[in-house]
């Protein structure tokens, strides 16, 4: 990809595709199944946390479960999600022992998380870390993950990580 527009920030240039970060604090087995996705697909994680968040904010299904905590109203691909003020606030706290993780946004897609951490009333980084859970408790999702990652055939140890993997990914499914 070539950039030409660069835009002057003090005496240096600044890259007008630049990414922005986000450091999400997530539970450490949300962590471990992220890493085992990691193993299983060979794609950095970086790249892995951003097509899962990305992915999660224009699922439906996962829109839905977090409806009724919109304070504010959303718009997703044409589809208004209203937000009422009166609404419970979600849970900032994140259960268990927890890290951070990186990952790295486009401009567009990280106003598209500001947007929705917006309706949430939570910080980007609290609105990534559930996207994040969501995407990763949604079996279709991981499985639309492993469909479009998944280029060879997986070695023994990689079949082991998938089982861990998919246990998570029921259990979180099934709560």
Same mark, same amino acid.
């Given at each position: 990809m070539e950039v030409e527009t660069m835009n002057r920030e003090g005496n240096?240039? /600044?890259r007008s595709d630049k990414k922005r970060d /986000?450091?999400?604090t997530i539970n450490l087995?949300?962590?471990d199944a992220?890493?085992?996705l990691n193993y299983v697909t060979n794609i950095p994680v970086k790249d892995l946390i951003e097509w899962l968040v990305l992915d999660a904010i224009r699922n439906q299904k996962i829109l839905t479960r977090l409806v009724g905590y919109f304070k504010r109203d959303l718009v997703v691909d044409g589809t208004l999600y209203v937000g009422n003020h009166e609404r419970n606030q979600f849970n900032k706290l994140v259960p268990g022992k927890t890290e951070k993780v990186t990952t790295r946004f486009t401009q567009h897609d990280y106003a598209r998380i500001y947007d929705f951490s917006y309706t949430l009333e939570v910080t980007p980084s609290r609105? /990534? =870390?559930?996207l994040l859970e969501l995407?990763?408790?949604n079996i279709s999702t991981v499985n639309k993950c492993l469909k479009r990652f998944i280029k060879h055939e997986l070695t023994e140890n990689q079949v082991k990580e998938f089982n861990k993997l998919n246990k998570y990914v029921l259990k979180k =499914?099934?709560?």
């Open positions: 240096r240039k /600044v /986000v450091k999400p087995e949300l962590k992220i890493y085992r609105a /990534v =870390a559930i995407a990763m408790s =499914a099934h709560q």
